[in-house]
T-cell receptor, first 112, second 118 residues
Framework: AAGVIQSPRHLIKEKRETATLKCYPI?????VYWYQQGPGQDPQFLIS???????DKGSIPDRFSAQQFSDYHSELNMSSLELGDSALYFC???????????FGPGTRLLVL | AQTVTQSQPEMSVQEAETVTLSCTYD???????LFWYKQPPSRQMILVIR??????QNATENRFSVNFQKAAKSFSLKISDSQLGDAAMYFC???????????????FGKGTKLTVNP
């Protein structure tokens, strides 16, 4: 079965640079979620989209923005990167009528 | 705000034995869902089992089962016949019922690291 695809899988950036993370949900899934997991931490919710509209917002810095496109893929844009942004970024998808979220493999971001 | 508590930072079990991981949560909602996710060293988040709050019957998936006590707001995971591949971080997660479509975030506990000894 098709799973959530995230790209890139690994990313190394310098402080103050910009990064774009991409997420391709499971086919027919209409909802996308972004989570950030720091080292030794549990995943923290950043933002979600349902039918291409932002549906919920968590502890996402103002330096970050995201959107969901007409084909339901989503991009997380991160600007003015800080050392503390180094983390594993998960995208998850679901069908709105079904409550289970399925996670992608994550993007490991390292900010130097 | 909903909170999820996993009181066991680490647990260990002998191969082929049974282990139970604890999870409690706090919510004022009546409709919600509970999940256990497994995160092996690869750090992939893998769904293990889910439970709908409106169902009294405990969920079961092969060697994994839950003990859901709604009144006590408790949701423990039992792993039977433990295997080496079960070694991972286990996260308990809560999700409230979505209304009018849309989405609802997962709220995670801090996790329990399970070691399986051969």
């Amino acid at each position: 079965a098709a799973g959530v695809i995230q790209s890139p899988r690994h990313l190394i950036k310098e402080k103050r640079e910009t990064a774009t993370l991409k997420c391709y949900p499971i086919p027919r899934h209409d909802t996308v979620y972004w989570y950030q997991q720091g080292p030794g931490q549990d995943p923290q919710f950043l933002i979600s989209f349902y039918e291409k509209m932002q549906s919920d917002k968590g502890s996402i810095p103002d330096r970050f923005s995201a959107q969901q496109f007409s084909d339901y893929h989503s991009e997380l844009n991160m600007s003015s990167l800080e050392l503390g942004d180094s983390a594993l970024y998960f995208c998850a998808s679901s069908l709105a009528t079904v409550e289970t979220q399925y996670f992608g493999p994550g993007t490991r971001l390292l900010v130097l | 705000a909903q909170t999820v508590t996993q009181s066991q930072p680490e647990m260990s079990v002998q191969e082929a034995e049974t282990v139970t991981l604890s999870c409690t949560y706090d919510t004022s909602e009546s409709d919600y869902y509970l999940f256990w996710y497994k995160q092996p060293p690869s750090r992939q988040m893998i769904l293990v089992i889910r439970q709908e709050a409106y169902k009294q019957q405990n969920a079961t998936e092969n060697r994994f089962s839950v003990n859901f006590q709604k009144a006590a707001k408790s949701f423990s995971l039992k792993i039977s016949d433990s295997q080496l591949g079960d070694a991972a971080m286990y996260f308990c997660a809560y999700r409230r019922e979505a209304h009018q479509g849309g989405s609802e975030k997962l709220v995670f506990g801090k996790g329990t690291k399970l070691t399986v000894n051969p």
